[in-house]
């Protein structure tokens, strides 16, 4: 079971980036799917999840509007598509999938290794 992040980088603020995750060993499709982060000094959030509960996306206050979820099931890939970024997005972003099929931290059971997102000028 394995999730591969990929996509991070440096971007100047407004610009957009594309994540992906890679799942093997699953089926995304049958799981939770969220995105993460954890910038330097703070605490993990939560950034965007599909629940399989209910089949809602939600995201944080933080990057609505600006973020969407989205997967690609025949790819067994998720995607986290971030325009009109700012310096405070700034972190390592985790893609999580849960077998519970509820959203949050807590619900997850796999992780992947995190992917750097840089946004400065």
């Known amino acids: 079971v394995q999730l591969q992040a990929s996509g991070g980088g440096l971007v100047q603020p407004g610009g957009s980036l594309k994540l992906s995750c890679v799942a093997s060993g699953f089926t995304l499709n049958d799981h939770s799917n969220g995105w993460f982060r954890q910038a330097p000094g703070k605490e993990r959030e939560w950034v965007s999840c599909?629940?399989?509960?209910?089949?809602?996306?939600i995201y944080s206050d933080s990057v609505k509007g600006r973020f969407t979820f989205s997967r690609d099931n025949a790819k067994n890939t998720m995607f986290l598509q971030m325009t009109s970024l700012r310096p405070d997005d700034t972190a390592t972003y985790y893609c999580?999938?849960?077998?519970?099929?509820?959203?949050?931290?807590?619900?997850?059971?796999?992780w992947g290794k995190g992917t750097q997102v840089t946004v400065s000028s």
């Open positions: 599909y629940s399989t509960f209910d089949g809602l996306t």
């Open positions: 999580a999938a849960g077998a519970t099929g509820l959203c949050g931290a807590e619900g997850m059971d796999y």
